[in-house]
């Protein structure tokens, strides 16, 4: 008899999704699948709307980074409007998108997937969670808040507020920063940059004792995709796509992110409202790929600030193809950014008042992309002569890393679930992997949808046999 | 003209016979809330949001469009006042499709703003969510069907003040729009100017100039008393 395992919903995620796990006669993993279980249609939606609201109507995608698709879509307007924008307006896009990441990496690793890493895979769910963990270390989680609240001020100074802030707009952004703005956010950095480097410490140690977890949270070999800037140091913000495979050959460099569609194709799956994209040279689904932080790192020479580049050390002596180390380069990323945000903001001329290119359409087709926190954005219109649009396509960062979730999950089931002897921890690593790249799912359906997760035991005809539900 | 005296929520006040019970309570320091009324432009009665009450009238009478007379009781304020006041935006708001957080005109919007003024928290009526579309054939402006509230006030000022009559309202019932010339698109006008007229004294983000993201739309709506007064010293 052959039974099917339901996780129903995945806790601890962005959005909402199961898993459903197949196991054979004896109990053994035959077959496991991540669904992701909403719809939400903004590509449809945008269509006969001025391109001007594209990027607050598509901010709307994701309450957790709306300041990664203001940048996207303010990037293809750009493209519409057919202007370079201010050099110090790209530096001020580039700061907010740097604040975000940190904000959104710390909400990950301390919010979400702490709790697992210091309380254990195996500890009593009901501990099992930020509050948990305040018992125990209240240290890291103080320091955690910190960082992302850092991250939460240093957009709310920028752009008015912290959730889907209007400053980003077509062609540049509405306000200068002023002095004292920039000296506010100056004096901040210093303590988050000293708090990520402790966490970073503490985590290069523990991770260590994960070994089982490493070798099994979809462990494999994919391709990793992301931008890199010429001097082939990260690029949040710019830079051209790269694609390199698990062996380190490199099978596309200096890709204008513009000509996404010549590499990416999307395919639909019958199980999930979740496209899966994939590499289109090698086709589907061999061209698996990976993006975000785990897939930033493995495509550049070094991270290109001080701190970031020494924990990078670290990180070149990990098993790289492991999406477990998402955790690990996340933290160098956090580095990364407050560092490369301090230097932006001693840039000569980032006080400068001309921060906005003002112009009519010249374009009919516009393509953003950006790094978002958890990988590439891409962002795509056209539009009609009056400027409406005709035409949109979003592919979400957690989209692309779509067939690496579901091949993720099949590895650590096929790994820790037994299911003649069901154990509740069984179940949280099978979350875990999903957890590793902190997916966000609202956005990369663009949905509509209810809460988090449910297993179920199913028999061949279909009868559910056993369900854990949280 | 004669001047009377009458009393508007107990005070006693006083002005020209051929004033409306809105220009006293105004002068006053009385507020009424409006969105179709602006000061230089006729009178519509459109919005229906300045009803008071006259002693000795059942009806509810629109001060805007209702003069004053001696001896006249007015309340401005009432909790029927306030049930219908409501209930008038929140029908505007089910009519047509506003979306502020990212509307042109979020946060400079007077729809929005007498809905927090008169404290609509919620929409008691059904959504229509009708399918209406945005022409944006003008080289410097468009108009966004999905929020208008019909107050035609473009289409006063445009006659009125501009002199061109490019606007005016079309069909009717659930089907009425503001309309360019024969129902042809804005940027096909023959009259149209592109004086901007219409786009400054719109209350809501209907509309707007090109260009703007959300939030970005603020108008100045107080143009036009001033051009009014100043042509009538020249005549």
Same mark, same amino acid.
């Given at each position: ?5 339901t ?8 959005g ?60 293809a ?22 604040a ?9 690793f ?32 103080r ?11 240093i957009?709310?100074l ?37 708090l990520?480097?402790t966490t970073y410490?503490?985590?290069a ?11 099994s ?8 995709? /992301?931008?890199v800037?010429?001097? *082939?140091?990260?690029?949040?913000? &710019?830079?051209? +796509?790269?694609?390199? @495979?698990?062996? =380190?050959?490199?099978?596309?460099d ?9 590499i990416?194709?999307?395919?639909v ?22 993006? /975000?932080?785990?897939?930033?790192? *493995?495509i550049?020479?070094?991270? &290109?600030t001080? +701190?970031?580049?020494? @924990?990078f050390? =670290?990180?070149k ?41 003002e ?6 087709e516009?393509v ?13 219109y056209?539009i009609n ?12 960062a ?6 690496a979730?579901?091949?993720?999950v ?61 | 003209m004669?001047?009377?005296t ?11 016979d ?22 230089g ?10 009803l ?9 009478l ?74 944006a054939?003008?080289?410097l ?22 002199g061109?009559?490019t606007?005016?309202?079309g069909?009717?019932?659930?089907e ?22 219409c786009v ?36």
């Open positions: 008899m052959t039974n099917t395992i996780i129903d919903p995945v806790t601890r995620i962005e909402h999704s199961k898993i459903t796990i197949q196991l054979d006669d004896a109990g053994k993993v035959t077959d496991a699948h991540f669904h992701v279980t909403q719809m939400r249609g903004f590509e449809k939606f945008v269509e006969g709307r001025p391109f001007h609201e594209m990027p607050s109507l598509t901010a709307r995608t994701c309450g957790i980074c709306p300041v990664s698709h203001l940048l996207a879509s303010a990037k307007c750009d493209g519409l409007l057919a202007v370079r924008i201010p050099p110090t307006a790209t530096k001020l896009r580039k700061i907010m998108n740097l975000q990441i940190a904000q959104s990496h710390a909400l990950s301390f919010y979400l997937s702490a709790p697992d890493l210091l309380l254990g895979m195996d500890a009593d769910p009901a501990q099992r969670n930020i509050f948990g963990l305040m018992n125990v270390n209240p240290e890291l989680v320091g955690g808040v910190k960082l992302r609240q850092t991250g939460q001020q957009i709310e920028l752009g008015g507020k912290r959730v889907h802030p209007s400053w980003i707009v077509p062609g540049g952004v509405s306000e200068p920063l002023t002095e004292e703005k920039r000296d506010r956010i100056l004096a901040m950095l210093p303590e988050a940059i000293g990520a480097w410490e503490w985590y140690e523990e991770v260590e004792r994960f070994k089982d977890e490493i070798e949270f979809a462990n494999f070999p994919t391709l990793f995709m /992301g931008l800037s010429p001097r *082939n140091t990260l690029a949040m913000y &710019g830079g051209d +796509l790269r694609v390199v @495979a698990s062996n =380190g050959a490199v099978l596309e200096r890709r204008p992110a513009e000509e996404y569609a010549e990416i194709g999307e395919k799956e019958p199980f999930s409202y979740l496209k899966s994209p994939y590499y289109k040279p090698i086709g589907y689904p061999s061209g698996i790929y990976r993006v /975000g932080p785990l897939a930033r790192l *493995n550049v020479g070094h991270p &290109g001080r +701190l970031a580049d020494a @924990a050390e =670290g990180f002596k990990l098993d790289r193809q492991s999406s477990f180390h998402y955790h690990y380069a996340r933290l160098i990323e956090i580095l990364y950014c407050l560092e490369r945000t301090e230097q932006l903001l001693h840039e000569p001329d980032i006080l400068s008042k001309h921060v906005r290119a112009a009519k359409p010249n374009a009919e516009g953003g992309v950006s790094e978002a926190p958890r990988g590439t954005l891409i962002h795509h056209r002569e009056d400027g409406l649009i005709t035409y949109a396509n979003l592919i979400i957690t989209g692309h890393n779509s067939l979730m579901d091949r993720g099949l590895q650590v089931a096929k790994r820790f679930v037994n299911g003649a002897h069901l154990q509740e921890s069984m179940l949280n690593r099978v979350e875990a992997v999903i957890r590793a790249y902190d997916p966000c799912l609202s956005c990369s359906t663009h949905a509509v949808g209810q809460m988090p997760l449910e297993i179920n035991l199913v028999a061949p005809d279909g009868e559910v046999i056993d369900t854990v539900r949280r | 004669s001047v009377v009458l009393k508007i929520d107990d005070r006693d006040v006083s002005g020209r051929d004033e409306t019970i809105l220009e006293i309570a105004r002068e006053n320091g009385i507020v009424i809330p409006t969105l179709c009324y602006l000061e432009l006729s009178i519509a009665g459109a919005c229906r949001l300045c008071v009450e006259v002693k000795g009238s059942s009806k509810l629109p001060a805007c469009a209702t003069r004053v007379s001696e001896g006249m009781e007015v309340s401005t304020q009432s909790e029927r006042l306030t049930h219908y006041r409501r209930m008038i935006i929140e029908m505007l708001f089910a009519e047509g499709n506003h979306i502020c957080s990212v509307c042109v005109s979020n946060g400079h919007c007077q729809l929005q703003d007498a809905a927090v003024a008169l404290g609509v928290d919620h929409i008691g009526v059904p959504y229509l969510y009708p399918n209406r579309t945005v022409d054939s003008h080289e402006f468009g108009i966004d069907h999905n929020r208008c509230i019909l107050c035609a006030r473009c289409v006063r000022v445009c006659d009125e003040v501009e061109a009559h606007w005016d309202v069909a009717r019932g659930i009425a729009r503001v309309i360019t010339d024969f129902r042809t698109p804005w940027g096909d006008s023959d009259t149209c100017t592109s004086c901007g007229k400054q004294v719109c209350p809501t983000g209907a509309l707007f100039a090109k260009g703007k993201s959300a939030g970005e739309m603020m108008k100045q709506s107080e143009f036009v008393q001033y051009l009014v007064a100043m042509r009538g010293r020249q005549s």
